[in-house]
């Protein structure tokens, strides 16, 4: 996981008015790597690269699908099958597995939704698990609980391509080795950041 900062020049550019030139602030900066501690859920950012590589190895290979909500990072480890959420204010992060309950294959690409209206803790990251069996979509509360929306027992398909409408009531998912895109809607006509009741958690 990578944290490019752009120098005094790059941001020049970015505070340009044509959006054409606003690329050039990717051309000049810092480049820093993530390291977890692996023992008191701390992390700092390194310049050097093979020890950035080397920690990756070790503590979060494969990594992916970042994003980013207010102070917050999250991306997956695909073949370690773990969620990581950096709290970029205190350098602290929290992970989670999923491969417990029906969560038993590789997590693809996530999205975090926040409540238009929300408070702290108010809020879905939604994320494809790819694998051998169970692919699917799942999603996971602010307060740690797991829940599926879609999941297929086809094997070793790869589940791709999450997508929102506008309005947050539409959801879309594709199974590209299938060529199957799936449009999913809330029965209760509620957008997907919206409350989530009557259904079985994992944790």
Same mark, same amino acid.
């Given at each position: 996981?990578?944290?490019? $900062?752009?120098?005094?020049?790059? %941001?020049?550019?970015?505070?340009?008015e044509?959006?054409?030139?606003?690329? /050039?602030?990717?051309?000049?900066?810092?480049?820093d790597?993530?390291?977890?501690?692996?023992t008191?859920?701390?992390?700092?950012?390194?310049?050097?690269?093979?020890?950035g590589?080397?920690?990756?190895?070790? @503590?979060?290979? &494969?990594?992916?699908?970042?994003?980013?909500r /207010?102070? &917050?990072?999250?991306?997956?480890?695909?073949?370690k099958?773990?969620?990581?959420?950096?709290?970029? #204010?205190?350098n602290?992060?929290?992970?989670?597995?999923?491969?417990?309950?029906?969560?038993d294959?590789?997590?693809?690409?996530?999205?975090?939704l926040?409540?238009?209206n929300? #408070?702290? /803790?108010? &809020? %879905?990251?939604?994320?494809c698990e790819?694998?051998?069996?169970d692919?699917g979509? @799942?999603?996971?509360?602010?307060? /740690?609980?797991?829940? $599926?929306i879609?999941?297929?027992?086809?094997?070793?398909?790869e589940?791709?391509?999450?997508?929102?409408?506008?309005?947050?009531? &539409? %959801?879309?998912?594709?199974?590209?080795?299938?060529?199957?895109?799936?449009e999913? #809607?809330?029965?209760?006509?509620?957008?997907?950041?919206g409350?989530?009741?009557?259904?079985?958690?994992?944790?």
């Open positions: 996981v990578r944290r490019f $900062t752009p120098d005094k020049i790059a %941001m020049k550019k970015r505070n340009r044509k959006d054409l030139r606003k690329w /050039g602030a990717l051309n000049s900066g810092t480049m790597y993530l390291v977890l501690s692996g008191n859920n701390t992390f700092w950012w390194t310049s050097d690269v093979v020890e590589r080397n920690n990756a190895a070790i @503590h979060f290979p &494969h990594p992916g699908s970042v994003d980013v /207010g102070d &917050h990072l999250y991306f997956i480890s695909s073949s099958k773990m969620l990581f959420v950096l709290n970029l #204010t205190t602290t992060y929290e992970s989670s597995r999923t491969d417990a309950g029906v969560f294959s590789q997590p693809g690409q996530i999205m975090q926040l409540g238009r929300s #408070t702290n /803790g108010n &809020h %879905m990251l939604y994320f790819d694998g051998v069996a692919v979509l @799942h999603g996971r509360k602010g307060n /740690g609980d797991f829940f $599926t879609l999941d297929h027992d086809w094997e070793e398909l589940a791709d391509g999450l997508a929102l409408s506008p309005n947050r009531k &539409h %959801m879309y998912v594709a199974f590209s080795d299938a060529g199957i895109l799936y999913i #809607t809330r029965d209760d006509g509620l957008p997907f950041e409350s989530v009741l009557d259904i079985k958690y994992y944790r």
